[in-house]
């Protein structure tokens, strides 16, 4: 069986991951000259977004044995919101190293994968028509929209600009300091994650601006949150999602954030981007309904994107009360 994977982020991997349990080699296509992410960043789980089993690290080993190590468990919770700070402590979930270092989600799921591997190599919307009859199933894993904007199958778009910094200082692992829907991230958020006790990334998410708006924004948010620790390093990017009619038409899967799996709200989604890319091994085999396998995930989404609009209709004075 001859089954194109197009990326190598953490749903393509893990799709390569089970294919190969299956008894079938691959062939993924990545833009980048690397594995992961450029820059080291960090991913984040919530148990309270839970959709795939009440610990999903260990059902992902017992199930599939594919055993992830997080960077951490995620003891702490810290959420702003105008002049209400809630803080919450317990077993919150995990935090997971993203990018191109030993130890991230990528390289972890990369060193267990037998694939032929094609780098720099950037595969385009109508170029998939062809691809598709060159291969027995195509997985779609770009994380981006435009593969499901081509082919018709993309419901809601959403694009988010993203700035990104590592910032030096006294910081306690474990723990995560969020700001909900300030001036300066509009219905979005900033949250900072400490990757060592002197060193945090600190990143802003805001919708409906520009690159240039992004600059101004991320100005606002040191300035009003008193931030004055040394900037080491700052990159940004663009989220670019939506939300998907369906994610199988043919031979062809979405997975992962191109399979608009990735929650609306909060932005979490690696979870589910191992899943999917596990589900859709399995239905690529004909072991399974891809669709099927995705209906619990696809309902949660759902609920979570109903919140999201109830959140943006409510004021930000407001939104402290639902924090709480």
Known sequence: MEVAIIGSGVSGLSCAFRLNQHGVKPTLFERRSIIGEAVNLCGVHLNCFNMVSDNPLRFFEKNYNLKIEPMCTLKEMVMCSADKKVTIKGNLGYILNRGPGMTSIE?????????????????????????????????????????????????????????????????????????????????????????????????????????????????????????????????????????????????????????????????????????????????????????????????RLDKIHNFKLLAEKIGKDNWKHMTQ
């Not at 595969?123 to 770009?142: H, N, S, Y």
């Not at 435009?146 to 600009?161: A, M």
């Not at 989604?269 to 596990?278: D, E, K, P, R, T």
Request: proline fraction near 2%.
């Open 107 to 299: 390289r972890q799921l990369f060193d267990k994968v037998d694939a032929y591997f094609y780098f720099d190599t950037y595969i385009m919307g109508p170029i998939i028509d062809d691809i598709r009859k060159q291969f027995d199933a195509v997985v779609i894993a770009t994380g981006c929209a435009d593969i499901p904007k081509h082919l018709g199958v993309l419901k809601e778009s959403v694009i988010i600009q993203v700035r990104s910094g590592i910032f030096d200082g006294n910081y306690k692992t474990g723990q995560i300091i969020s700001w909900m829907k300030t001036e300066y991230s509009n219905n979005l958020f900033a949250y900072l994650i400490p990757i060592t006790e002197n060193r945090a990334v600190l990143t802003l998410l805001v919708d409906n601006v520009t690159p240039d708006e992004l600059d101004y924004m991320w100005k606002k948010m040191l300035i009003e949150e008193n931030i004055t620790n040394n900037i080491l390093e700052t990159w940004e990017q663009e989220y670019d999602g939506g939300r998907l009619k369906t994610n199988q038409i043919g031979n062809i899967y979405f997975v992962g954030n191109a399979g608009g799996l990735t929650d609306d709200f909060m932005g979490f989604g690696i979870v589910n981007a191992i899943a999917s890319g596990i589900f859709a091994a399995d239905a690529i085999v004909g072991r399974t309904n891809y669709q099927e396998s995705l209906e619990a995930i696809l309902k």
